[in-house]
């Protein structure tokens, strides 16, 4: 019998399961698999319930009922997706949780960066229109360079740089097909609508991503990463993470600072956050908040003293156990989310002995399906695969990363209908 019992809300093949469950079996918690259903089914498997996390209010009441006779510890969402109904249910609860609103608020790039921009967060200039507008005339209402992104999507899926107005104007236009194709806000099934989207100043700087944890309202940073690549456009693909950052002591406190400022500011206080910001010589600005750890399969970089793992210390915070001064070990590591080279159906890809022989690279996992459609950025928001490695410094890691990823052949053959580029209709 277990002396903990939490409610982890995720989908049914998320890649965060299993460390949540490993975590979990190491604790004697016992995890239950809340998973996102449109139509919940009647019947789930034993461990597991089924609810719609679109249907906030249904759900939650869902989640009371079973927690009747199944007393919970916590709730947590192992994604952006079970936020705002990890809030409620909490809530309703008695729960520590996070206000359903600030849940919400880290979900809305327009919200968030409303509320940061007046709490005196260090933010780019930033307005809200909608793809129904005259876009001759937002052209020549915003600043350039200016980034374009949608208020709710991830990945960096539809984040788009312009450099004057012709390029703005296009790139909305894209943005337009990107929503109209994701269906989001959409509930009146029409093909095309209005879509609100973001326009912010195009922040110059290198990226770093933190990942930490709120308690009562403070931060503690697990880790700190650096991103190696330069992230300037027109698309934003992720590539490497690498912690510990090489950045100076005193510009790793600043960075820590904001971004605990910005999750008071947004109205988070409890559990983990994951926020990336952008450095220059102006100091750190806020990109975004998320009330959530990492996401894909990265948090597998971070591995902490006695073998805890990032789900361990997330899952020991969240039940009260002792988690506070764990420290990080002391290897630097770091991950390469392996980019989509080109739209196309993935055929085979080859050299994954020879990446995984790299010195220092631990694994190296391809999670794109074979004889699947592959979609690049602007429109996609995944990617081919996982590079993981480990080494003396943070340098050294970097470089393992490349070589493996040199290693890689990826056979990709081209579709018939090619869902890319502004003359698509
Ligand atoms: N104002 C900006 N200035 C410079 N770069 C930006 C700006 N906004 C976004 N970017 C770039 O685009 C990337 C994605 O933007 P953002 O984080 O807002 O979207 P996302 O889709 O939520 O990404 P994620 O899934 O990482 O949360 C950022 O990591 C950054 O590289
Ligand atoms: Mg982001």
Redesign the pocket.
């Known amino acids: 019998m277990s002396t903990h019992r939490v409610l982890l809300l995720t989908t049914a093949h998320s890649y965060r399961n299993e460390p949540f469950q490993r975590a979990a079996g190491r604790l004697d918690i016992e995890v239950i698999l809340g998973i996102d259903a449109v139509q919940p089914p009647v019947r789930v498997q034993p461990g597991r319930l089924a609810l719609d996390f679109n249907r906030v209010g249904a759900a939650a009441s869902a989640i009371v009922e079973f927690a009747h006779t199944h007393s919970l510890d916590a709730i947590l969402a192992a994604d952006d997706s079970g936020v705002v109904l990890a809030a409620e249910a909490a809530g309703r609860l008695g729960l520590v949780h996070n206000s359903p609103q600030a849940a919400q608020a880290a979900r809305d ?1 327009y919200v968030m960066r409303s509320l940061m921009a007046a709490a005196g967060v260090p933010c ?1 200039w930033f307005r809200t229109f909608s793809t129904a507008d005259d876009l001759e005339s937002v052209a020549a209402s915003v600043p350039y360079p200016c ?1 374009v ?1 949608p208020l709710n ?7 788009m ?1 312009a450099d004057g107005r012709c390029e703005l104007v296009a790139a909305i236009q894209r943005l337009a097909r990107i929503l109209d194709a994701a269906g989001v806000d959409d509930d009146t099934g029409s093909a095309h609508r209005a879509h609100p989207f973001l326009v ?5 700087g290198i ?1 770093v991503a933190l990942e930490g944890i709120l308690d009562d309202g403070e931060l503690t940073v697990l880790a700190l990463f650096d991103k190696p690549d330069p ?1 300037d ?1 027109p698309f ?1 693909e ?1 590539t490497i993470y690498v912690t510990p950052s090489r950045l100076p002591d005193d510009v790793q406190a600043a960075i820590a600072a904001s971004a605990g400022q910005a999750a008071r500011a947004i109205g988070l206080r409890t559990g983990p956050i994951h926020a ?1 910001l ?1 450095v220059n010589e102006n100091g750190p600005w806020l ?2 908040v ?1 009330g959530r750890s990492i ?1 894909g399969l990265c948090g597998q970089t971070l591995r902490f003293e006695m073998d805890m793992s990032l789900e361990e210390l997330i899952l020991r915070q969240a039940c009260g156990l002792p988690w506070r001064g764990v420290r990080r070990n002391a290897q630097a590591t770091g991950v390469m989310m392996i980019p989509i080279p080109e739209a196309g159906i993935l055929r085979e890809v080859e050299g994954l002995d020879a990446a995984a022989a790299v010195p220092g690279v631990e694994n190296v996992e391809i999670t794109a399906a074979r004889h699947h459609t592959l979609l690049p950025l602007p429109e996609g928001d995944s990617y081919l695969g996982f590079i993981f490695a480990r080494g003396e410094t943070p340098a050294a890691v970097e470089r393992a990363l490349r070589a493996a990823h040199k290693q890689l052949r990826f056979h990709i053959v081209p579709e018939f209908i090619i869902m890319q580029g502004p003359a698509a209709s």
Not at 200 to 204: G, K, L, R, V, Y
């Open positions: 790039k780019p980034v992104k999507l991830n990945a960096s899926r539809g984040v740089r912010e100043a195009f922040i110059p990226e992230l456009g934003f992720e990336e952008r990109l975004e998320a996401g």
